[in-house]
Structures are given as structure tokens and as C-alpha cells.
């Protein structure tokens, strides 16, 4: 089934990483979209992908300026990165950083950014310092190692190769084009019967080469999103105790809201200040009707944890 809004019995976890994933937000987007699922879905601004490894439309078109994320999940869908491959991959260099530890992972990030391998990139993102993906100003790799020379333990490796697994399956049978492009390019592209969700970076933050996000970008794609020929969903922060978030009110006129919140529990106490109030903007008529059961704000209590979860 395709059309939207429905809830995923379980969610699949993407093997990439990237910052502002939104594994958590993944059962709330999919139950406040309505779409009949008979066109694309888009999904500009894909990132780890999780949100269409969950959705899973039929026909796709999914894009991101990073090309290293682009390749990884391409060569998964055409067959040229198999789970074998992976593991073999995996099995082989996790052997040799924990031989040689810190200055292994060091040669890794040096050779991809050389040769820009999407298994080598896999092999950073999933041992880099906190899952971050960074890239200078040249566009080369340059986040520092965790520190956890025997990060590839078994265990870790059959929990990567069960998520390329996971993913494969999923794209079995699925019409979906990946492109490395800017949002510019995608959305002249959509049509009637598509629909589009975007989650930008957040203004001012994750601020590196392929995350730089300005008030400029985010004016010109609220601009470019109001005349969109289709349904469109948007992922943005709405507001934390100090700030409310100024470009919210772009987008008043033609979308929705449904907000979810994150409390976070710092020790034993619940830490309010510390709470974020996710938004998805709908465009109007694309919201799925509220359950009698659902609230309008969805909240999530959430345990201080590493920036990522694996
Ligand atoms: C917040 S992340 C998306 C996260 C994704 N929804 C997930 O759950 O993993 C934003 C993504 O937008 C991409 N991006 C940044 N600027 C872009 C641009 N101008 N055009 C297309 N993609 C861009 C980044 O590479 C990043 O992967």
C-alpha cells in the first residue's frame, strides 16, 4: 500500500546517518500526510532516506546535493552494493582499524577522498566521531575518528548488513530515481499527482558544504513551494522555550501545522527547557483528518542520548 496517511508497524532504520534524521518523527509524518500514492514522491532533501525507506511509494524521485549519500543507496538499488559486499567490506576493514587503530581510520577518510568510494564512506559514517557527516570547503571528508578502534565488532557489522538488508528488500520491485541535485532543480519537475516532502537543513546550523542553509534559501523555497502543481509536506523546528522559529510565518498562508514535541529527560528530571517543537506544514487539503484518539501535538519523551542512535 502506498497512499498515505498510515502508520509503519515497525521502522526502518537507514545503515547512513546523517544529522537532523528524523527516524523519531518517521510514524508521525506518515500519519498526517493524505496522498493517494498514485504518482512520485519527492523527496529533495533526502539525507539518510528514512523517511521514504518508510513511506515506500511505488514510483519515486529522490535527491540530495551530497552525492556521497546519492551513490550509496544507487548502487544498493542497482545491485551493485550487495549485503555480501558489505559484509565482506566491513569484516575486512573493521579488522584493520582495530589492528592499527586512529591512524587506520585516517587512511580510510584519506582514500576517500581520493577516490570517493561509497563503501569507504559507509565505513566513516559509521565510525566517524558521533555519526557526524562533515565536509569542508573543498569537499573533502574531515570528521575526526570516535575513537573506537574496535568499532566493527560483529555484532555492529550484522546490525549495518541487516540495514542495507532491510532497505534492499524494500526497494525490490520500486520505480525510484536517485539524482545528485539541488532542490532547484527537483521541484520544476513535480506533477499533479506527485507529492513532495521537504526537510531542509535548519537556518544557521550544520553549517558545512553540503549543509549550508540561509534565510535566502529558506525564503526562495517557501516562494518556489506555493506554486508546486501537487501536495507538499515540510519539516521545520517551530519553537523552544527561548526562540520561535521567524520563518514559519512564509509558509502561513498555504499550509497546515502539526506539531510534535521532544521532552527531554536530563537525569531523573524532566528538563523542559531543553524541549523542541517539531513542525510539518501541509499544504492545505493534503493534512490527514485528526484521529478522534490523536491530540493535535504528538509528544515524544526522549532520554538525553548520544546525537545518534544506531
Ligand atoms: C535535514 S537533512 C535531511 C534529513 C532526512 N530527512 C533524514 O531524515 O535523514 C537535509 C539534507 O539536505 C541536503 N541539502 C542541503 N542543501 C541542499 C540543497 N541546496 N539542495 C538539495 N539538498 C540539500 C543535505 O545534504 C542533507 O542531506
Same mark, same amino acid.
Given at each position: 500500500m502506498n497512499s498515505l496517511p498510515r502508520k509503519p508497524n515497525k521502522v526502518i532504520i537507514p545503515p547512513i546517518k546523517t544529522q537532523g534524521i528524523k527516524t523519531k518523527l518517521v510514524p508521525f509524518i506518515m500519519s498526517n500526510i493524505m496522498w493517494e500514492g498514485d504518482g512520485r514522491w519527492i523527496e529533495p532533501f533526502l539525507g539518510s532516506g528514512v523517511v521514504l525507506f518508510n513511506v515506500q511509494p511505488q514510483r519515486a524521485l529522490v535527491s540530495d546535493i551530497n552525492p556521497h549519500i546519492i551513490r550509496f543507496y544507487r548502487g544498493i538499488y542497482t545491485g551493485e552494493i550487495t549485503t555480501s559486499k558489505v559484509q565482506a567490506y566491513l569484516e575486512e576493514e573493521g579488522r584493520k582499524l582495530s589492528q592499527f587503530g586512529e591512524e587506520y581510520y585516517y587512511e580510510v577518510r584519506r582514500r576517500f577522498n581520493e577516490l570517493r568510494d561509497p563503501l569507504d564512506f559507509l565505513f566513516l559514517n559509521r565510525s566517524s566521531f558521533n555519526g557526524i557527516i562533515r565536509f569542508n570547503s573543498k569537499g573533502e571528508f574531515n570528521v575526526p575518528f570516535c575513537r573506537k578502534p574496535d568499532r566493527f565488532r560483529r555484532a555492529y557489522i550484522t546490525k549495518i548488513v541487516n540495514q542495507v538488508r532491510a532497505i534492499h528488500e524494500v526497494m525490490q520491485g520500486k520505480k525510484w530515481e536517485f539524482r545528485v541535485a539541488s532542490w532547484q532543480e527537483i521541484l520544476p519537475l513535480a506533477q499533479e499527482s506527485d507529492f513532495v516532502y521537504m526537510d531542509p537543513p535548519y537556518v544557521g546550523r550544520h553549517a558545512d558544504y553540503y549543509t549550508r542553509w540561509t534565510d535566502q534559501d529558506a525564503i526562495e523555497l517557501a516562494q518556489k513551494s506555493s506554486s508546486l502543481p501537487c501536495g507538499f509536506a515540510l519539516s521545520m523546528w517551530k519553537e523552544n522555550k527561548y526562540r520561535k522559529?521567524?520563518?514559519l510565518q512564509l509558509w502561513s498562508e498555504f499550509t497546515v501545522e502539526r506539531t510534535f514535541a521532544h521532552f527531554y529527560h536530563v537525569g531523573a528530571t524532566e528538563n523542559l527547557r531543553n524541549s523542541m517543537i517539531e513542525v510539518l506544514l501541509i499544504r492545505k487539503g493534503y493534512e490527514a483528518p485528526l484521529g478522534? !484518539? !490523536? !491530540?493535535e501535538t504528538t509528544t515524544v519523551r526522549m532520554y538525553q542520548l548520544p546525537l545518534f542512535l544506531d
Open positions: 522559529n521567524p520563518h478522534a !484518539e !490523536e !491530540e
